[in-house]
């Protein structure tokens, strides 16, 4: 309580506008409550002084899914996660970002140093619009664990740069670069720098937020919020609630609950949904390809590249894809594939954000083959690459389904993307490299290079896991059997057969079990 009492003081003068609440539901009429409800106040506090938005948040039209608009539970997420639902208004944002000195109790690989890690925290801030980066900051710790974060040396500078820095230009909120801040640590640096307070789970909400639109999307980012609040309620209980009786209350827990059983089951229905169309596109036999990756290594461009579609919009944001969709191309045999669009992986994130993209990331662990695009100009790249296949093999453990084998993936192809940014004898490097051992192709989405080599490949895994072959069949010219082949196999090419003017020669991909059926039709 009484570290909350400064920063409300500060909250009314200072201009920050960052997650108001919105009006005042019946739900939150109760008094009494503490801890979360406490903590709203500080938001409270923004409406009194008069900085109420100019424009509420327009009420998305969701269909069946209007629960997801609640206000009052948009004031118990506001409170956990310092997040709304406009994120039109702009934030002036400082990053800090903490790093382990001590290599043995780092958790970062050793790889990735400080600065890459601050450059990601810096581009998950220009995901949103409107946001930029007043100031940025790398802090070197022992622990990311102790209530203060960091130690009074530190926290006296940090202080201080914030004074020099509301002297020079606006400061509207902290990003803590790390994956969850406790309850505990949030509440004290709020305290202590008089400021709403950040971490990457929410930061990253927010963006997710913003760029789901598709219904299942929002169910999944919706779904994605709760585990973070029950853990600061939780976090709250343990650390605060004998000292300062700190805890969501009743009527918020019955909020939480209610909304988590509406969203299990809507997401049950989108389950349902998705194993229906994967089971049609297998009665339809189109070989998928999953296309996964870390975010922003130019999965949707190289699907672009490959498919040719111009409704996709590759965007230079972190998870511009949040739903898995699915696009139609041609190998070079002429049979056709459908790759699926996936959302990215990032580092240093709790598993349980993710854990509810499992559904749509289920298609991907069910294809008959995973491309992974990796960046190649990104200096994380092999971090980042290592980050994308351990997280697979954990989601193959996790996915039990139709093909599923106990854990094992689907053939993957490595493609070594963004290959344009790198210098002529960067690229001549890995040229060699990839010739040698045969581990990826050097691809540029951007300017369709590395295309054809990628997909000789893709058809050679595909035909192969696929049980498809390459066969010349000889048909009477203009028959009956030219027609069926042409409707349920590839054609690859057609000539004329020497020996016979009457015949053709066609040579075909087809799999065991339609070449089963040309058979009884016509032999
Ligand atoms: N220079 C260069 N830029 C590329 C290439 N491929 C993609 N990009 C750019 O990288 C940014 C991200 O591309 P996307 O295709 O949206 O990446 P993504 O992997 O789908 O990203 P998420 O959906 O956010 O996970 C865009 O600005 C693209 O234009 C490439 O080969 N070369
Ligand atoms: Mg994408």
Redesign the pocket.
Known sequence: MKSLRPLLRVTQLRTSTLLIPPTRSRYTQHQGVKGIRKRKSFYEAQIQAGMREQNEPTVVNTGGMGFLDDRAYDEVVGGAMRIRRDVAISQHVFILQPYIKWSAKRTTPNNVTPDDQLAEATALVHSLPNWQVARSLKVPLESLERTTLFGSGKLAEIKQLLTQLRQERQVSCLFVSKGTLSFAQKQFLEAEFQLPVLDRYSLVIQILRLHATSSEARLQVAMAELPYIWAQAKDASVTQIRRQGYSLSDMQKEILRSRERKLRAELEDVRRQRQLRRQKRKQLNYPTAAVV??????????I?ALTKEDALQ????????LDVTAHAGYLPCNLQIIYM?T??FMSDLPTGLFECFVATLEDAMLADIIIH?Q?L?HPCHAAQRAHVESTLRALALSVSGDNANSGELPPIVNVF?????LKPNAQIAVLTQHENTNIGHL?????HTGLHSLLKDVEQKVLAVTGRRKLQVRVPSGGPEMAWLYKNAAVVETKADEQNAEKILMQVVISQCTLDQFMREFC
């Open positions: 990756g870390y975010t922003n290594a130019g999965k949707t461009s190289l672009k590759p965007r230079n944001q972190l998870f511009a894809t669009d959302v990215g695009v960046d100009s993307n963004k290959s344009d940014l691809t540029s989405a951007r300017n």
